[in-house]
């Protein structure tokens, strides 16, 4: 890595949880944490729709796995709106596996990402360029 290339800013995710049959948010985690020229930390609250501007005025991206959405469409439903009301990037990470996502997420995304642990990192730092 070029010294010019280094980013050493933090990125404050919202990452979707909930309901896991498939460990989707263990593989995902495991991705980031992998890509040790990447900073990140997660902020998690007990309700998306009731937290408020000091929450999320100091988030940079929200990351919603498109595979939990099935099993925890309300809770994810509720932090794409909390998302889009706070003007933060949602980056959309296909089920593992598949090509497809809801069409629902698709449109409200700034980008779609796989599982590669580079392009998920630069879905991350280029979101807000895209949005």
Do not use: H
């Not at 706070?86 to 990470?93: A, E, F, S, W």
């Amino acid at each position: 890595m070029f010294e010019e290339d280094k980013d050493d800013k933090i990125y404050n995710l919202i990452i979707s949880n909930g309901i896991d049959k498939t460990g989707e948010y263990r593989q995902f985690t495991q991705k980031l944490f992998e890509k040790v020229d990447f900073l990140w930390k997660e902020s998690i609250t007990g309700s998306y729709a009731t937290a408020g501007d000091e929450f999320y005025n100091k988030i940079d991206r929200v990351i919603i796995l498109a595979g939990l959405y099935k099993d925890n469409k309300e809770q994810i439903d509720e932090l794409v709106e909390a998302a889009e009301k706070y003007d933060i990037p949602i980056v959309l990470v296909r089920p593992y596996g598949l090509e497809e996502v809801p069409e629902e997420l698709e449109e409200k995304a700034a980008t779609i990402v796989g599982w590669n642990g580079n392009c998920i990192v630069d879905s991350i730092k280029n979101s807000d360029e895209l949005n």
